[in-house]
């Protein structure tokens, strides 16, 4: 009798326990606290290391979108969507930055419309990709993932690609078009992690989870030896304006991506927020105005570098 009360006591025991840990997780997944920014800063110490010292990006097409398409309340106006992708050049290697597409998988894109891709710079592309130490992803959509997954060299690009557990899984069960569906068999080749909501893979750089845009969908802060830090927002916003004046995507866009608005205005609250008081430059993966204005003032290079 006294043991099975004590077995009960064990079990209501565990009961609490299992309660403190869900509330403690739900604080914790509570985002962007007030100190969030300075965790992330510390997390990027805590890798051993010299700092990138700049940043390049290859753009191998373009998206042709009313500015409508983009954000609430948009007008008709050209909005040139890059797809691009981006290259951390350290003193030792260099880390990508998701991993640009195949011309196929581009016009899934152009909803039926023939659009710029430029083959030749894909090419450079998938070679920096080759020659880079470990590769990023800021989300499981085809634009930013095509290039591995699809890639002729997919096997030894998926070895030193860093994917998170939600990234593999929308890829191998709900892929957002067929041609990026992720086979048991690649899935096993490449590196998975998951993380609370940050971690630090190299120095000075920092992935920081923030689903909304996709279930998957990632931040990437980057300090460099300047000093300088970047944010690079994915596709929280397509535009710096989503980010500047708080607004969404149009609610038919958000309805056809399948995105989680509330999650994405609070992170476009916080990126306005470190924008604006801490000084980071906000890169949104796709606008090409912001980033030409970047590479006129040396903030980005429009270049990849090669060792051939
Ligand atoms: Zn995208």
Do not use: C
């Not at 040139?80 to 991993?99: C, H, K």
């Not at 949104?284 to 003032?297: A, F, G, K, M, Q």
Request: overall charge negative; charged content about 20%; proline content about 5%.
């Amino acid at each position: 009798m006294n043991r099975l009360k004590s077995f009960g006591g064990i079990r209501l025991i565990g009961a609490v326990i299992a309660l403190m840990t869900s509330s403690v997780l739900a604080q914790l997944s509570a985002p962007y606290s007030d100190d969030f920014l300075s965790r992330v800063r510390i997390a990027a110490t805590s890798i051993p290391g010299d700092y990138a010292e700049s940043i390049g990006f290859a753009k191998v097409a373009e998206s042709h979108r009313p500015y409508s398409d983009i954000i609430e309340d948009g007008s008709d106006a050209l909005f040139i969507s890059a797809r691009s992708a981006y290259q951390l050049r350290f003193p030792s290697g260099t880390i990508m930055l998701d991993s640009g597409m195949d011309e196929e998988v581009h016009t899934y894109y152009g909803f039926g419309r023939v659009e710029p891709y430029w083959q030749e710079t894909n090419d450079q592309l998938q070679q920096a990709l080759l020659e880079s130490q470990k590769i990023l992803i800021t989300h499981e959509h085809g634009d930013h993932v095509a290039g591995i997954v699809r890639s002729p060299n997919r096997d030894a690009l998926a070895a030193k690609t860093l994917l998170t557990v939600a990234q593999l899984e929308t890829l191998t069960l709900r892929p957002q078009l067929p041609q990026i569906q992720v086979s048991p068999e690649l899935a096993s080749k490449f590196i998975v992690l998951d993380y609370q909501d940050l971690l630090p893979v190299a120095p000075g750089i920092v992935l920081i989870k923030a689903p909304g845009h996709t279930q998957g969908h990632q931040m990437v802060y980057a300090r460099l030896s300047g000093d300088r830090e970047f944010l690079f927002i994915g596709d929280i916003g397509w535009s710096l304006d989503n980010i500047t004046q708080l607004k969404l995507r149009p609610a038919q866009t958000i309805a056809r991506i399948g995105e989680d608005p509330e999650a994405l205005m609070q992170q476009m609250i916080w990126i306005k927020e470190r924008m604006d008081q801490d000084g980071l430059i906000i890169v949104p993966s796709h606008d090409d105005r912001l980033i030409n204005r970047y590479v006129e003032e040396g903030i980005l290079e429009d270049s990849l570098v090669l060792s051939r």
